[in-house]
């Protein structure tokens, strides 16, 4: 990699997007977007994405796609969507809804030129209004 670029979200974004993956819900909505430009042939392109999640019911999702698809490194759950998942621990945890640290990362060969990265999230089953999900700070670095 010789190239790197990051983008950040500053303070805090509520997810009112539902993913529930039992019934098929593969909602996401938009939490982070850029743009690459490959000069080379081919390139590694490595996404490593870092936020603090605030999960309220259940889970959190994430997905980072390159022009609109999934990079390598998700887990495909049951509906067969690839995501990473920051999901609560216990019922106890779930009365606190203390935020915790999330992060992962991605990989996947890009052909020459210009490529849009996103990242798209949903949240757990039951969003309740006036304590929603959420996450704050988002960071995503591209290495390629």
């Not at 000069?39 to 889970?59: E, G, M, P, W």
């Amino acid at each position: 990699s010789t190239k790197v670029k990051a983008v950040s979200l500053p303070g805090t974004s509520y997810i009112s997007t539902i993913f529930n993956e039992a019934t098929a819900q593969l909602n996401f909505e938009p939490l982070l977007r850029t743009i690459i430009n490959v000069s080379t042939k081919k390139s590694c392109l490595i996404a490593h994405f870092s936020t603090q999640a605030r999960v309220t019911d259940n889970y959190i999702v994430f997905q980072v796609r390159v022009d609109g698809g999934p990079m390598e490194g998700h887990i495909v759950g049951v509906s067969g969507t690839p995501v990473v998942v920051s999901n609560i621990e216990d019922d106890a945890e779930q009365l606190t809804d203390f935020p915790r640290i999330f992060a992962h990362n991605f990989f996947l060969e890009v052909e020459h030129g210009e490529h849009i990265v996103d990242v798209i999230v949903g949240a757990g089953s039951n969003i309740i209004g006036g304590n929603q999900p959420s996450v704050s700070s988002p960071v995503l670095t591209l290495e390629y």
